[in-house]
């Protein structure tokens, strides 16, 4: 079966640092686009970052310049890096992978990832 497992994340003050990663198993990522959601309480989920097969990115305006999203297809890892962090950024983060770059749409999930930044 297709797994996604996230690990890192974590707590951490306003202005610090998290990273958050993704080992995928039972399947390649080689061709897909992986990326990142995430979903703070009582808003809805929502695209964080996305990189393609070509290592094309991709970053909501919240996070350009400040998120910063990578993949290791030796490894069938798929990362983000989180410099200055705001409270805002506080969200469980989910990886998340497309069968291939030319589906609109997500199709495999991790369970997701605590991510809190505290002022």
């Known amino acids: 079966q297709v797994q996604l497992v996230e690990s890192g994340g974590g707590l951490a003050q306003a202005g610090g640092s998290l990273s958050v990663s993704c080992q995928v198993s039972g399947t390649l990522i080689t061709d897909k686009t992986v990326g990142w959601y995430r979903q703070a309480p009582g808003k809805e989920r929502e695209l964080v970052a996305g990189i393609t097969s070509f290592g094309r990115t991709n970053y909501a305006d919240s996070v350009n310049g400040r998120f910063t999203i990578s993949r290791d297809n030796a490894k069938n890892s798929v990362y983000l890096q989180m410099n200055s962090l705001q409270p805002e950024d506080t969200a469980v983060y989910y990886c998340?992978?497309?069968?291939?770059?030319?589906?609109?749409?997500?199709?495999?999930w991790g369970q997701g990832i605590q991510v809190t930044v505290s002022s």
């Open positions: 998340a992978a497309k069968r291939s770059d030319y589906h609109f749409k997500y199709d495999y």
